[in-house]
């Protein structure tokens, strides 16, 4: 008789398991430090946007004050222009351009359409927001204002007169 043991599975040793978990738990330690890290500073730089939002609208306000002009509440410049300036920044000028593409048109149709020009008021608050939230687009922004006809029936550029 012979005993011939066939050999069995082999077993791991029990230290293999214990390193897959100590490095699966480690590995998710790490990877939810970064997820609040991240968070952290997501919050920190929407805090930051916020508070820069809020002083530059507190300053427009006071320059719009300062000109005898209207001044909206600071929400809502805030909503408009956030922390960069918004479509004022991105494109100086372009409100007048519309208003110049339209022609400043006053609503009526057919023969009572009338060309309305751009109120200078208009063209000065749109100034006051270029300077305080652009202020390095104020040169082009003023380029382009000098190149308008503001006169008391039409606004055209004076391209538009030759």
């Not at 214990?18 to 330690?29: A, E, I, N, S």
């Not at 929407?46 to 719009?64: E, G, H, P, V, Y």
């Not at 009338?114 to 380029?143: N, T």
């Amino acid at each position: 008789m012979s005993t011939h043991h066939e050999p069995g599975p082999a077993h791991e040793p029990l230290h293999v398991h214990r390193g897959w978990v100590f490095y699966t738990t480690v590995g998710l330690l790490v990877a939810g430090v970064l997820v609040v890290m991240l968070v952290a500073f997501d919050n920190h730089r929407d805090n930051q946007d916020a508070r820069k939002a809020d002083q530059l609208a507190q300053t427009l306000q006071s320059q719009l004050k300062d000109a005898g002009m209207t001044v909206p509440d600071q929400d809502t410049i805030t909503r408009v222009l956030g922390s960069d300036g918004g479509a004022v920044c991105a494109d100086p000028g372009g409100h007048l351009q519309s208003l110049r593409d339209l022609n400043g048109v006053n609503g009526a149709a057919g023969p009572g359409l009338r060309p309305a020009p751009v109120v200078q008021r208009l063209v000065d608050a749109e100034r006051l927001i270029v300077q305080v939230y652009c202020p390095d687009k104020l040169g082009s922004f003023d380029d382009y204002v000098s190149s308008l006809n503001l006169g008391d029936s039409t606004t055209t550029t004076t391209d538009d007169q030759e």
